[in-house]
């Protein structure tokens, strides 16, 4: 389970109680809203006893677009073609959302506090959403 949001261990830097209305709808305040530099479309992912809301930037990349290109690039670079290019880009986007699965798996175990340490070092520290894969920098507007 997920520590307890308002503790202060999970990073929040702002709470506030919001009314959901009778069409199932919430209004973000305008406050988180500008903070996070929110657009006109939202990510929802369903948790245990939660939802997590993330700003989608409209005219950025994700990381999986971005990877999933350079996969189409690596594989055309090594001389591939037809059914062959086909079957190697499916493979790679497979093992790809493998990756992805066991780095969500590995982040929602540390964000609940039962991680074991098995002496492996990791580079991904949970803030890299927070910044531009390609220029490094923070991607929150000041």
């Given amino acids: 389970m997920m520590k ?16 959901v209305t ?9 406050s ?4 996070l530099g929110f657009g006109t479309t939202v990510a929802a992912y369903l948790r245990d006893g939660g939802i997590f809301l993330e700003p989608v930037k409209e005219d ?10 350079e996969i189409v690039r690596e594989a055309i670079a090594e001389g591939l073609t037809g059914d062959e290019l086909a079957d190697e880009i499916s493979r790679r986007i497979i093992e790809l959302n493998k ?7 590995e982040f929602e175990r540390d964000m609940s506090g039962d991680s074991v340490d ?6 991904f520290n949970g803030l890299d959403v927070f910044f531009d894969q390609e220029i490094g920098e923070n991607t929150k507007e000041t």
Avoid: C, W
Avoid at 4 to 16: D, P, R, T
Avoid at 22 to 30: D, E, L, N, V
Avoid at 60 to 69: E, G, K, L, P
């Fill in 32 to 35: 988180f809203f500008d903070h």
């Fill in 99 to 105: 990756l992805m699965d066991r780095r969500i798996q």
């Fill in 4 to 19: 307890n949001l308002h503790s202060g261990e999970a990073g929040i830097v702002g709470y506030k109680k919001i009314t």
């Fill in 60 to 69: 950025a990349n994700t990381t999986i677009d971005f990877d999933t290109r």
């Fill in 22 to 30: 009778g069409k199932r709808q919430i209004t973000i305040p305008k």
């Fill in 118 to 123: 098995d002496g492996e070092v990791d580079d």
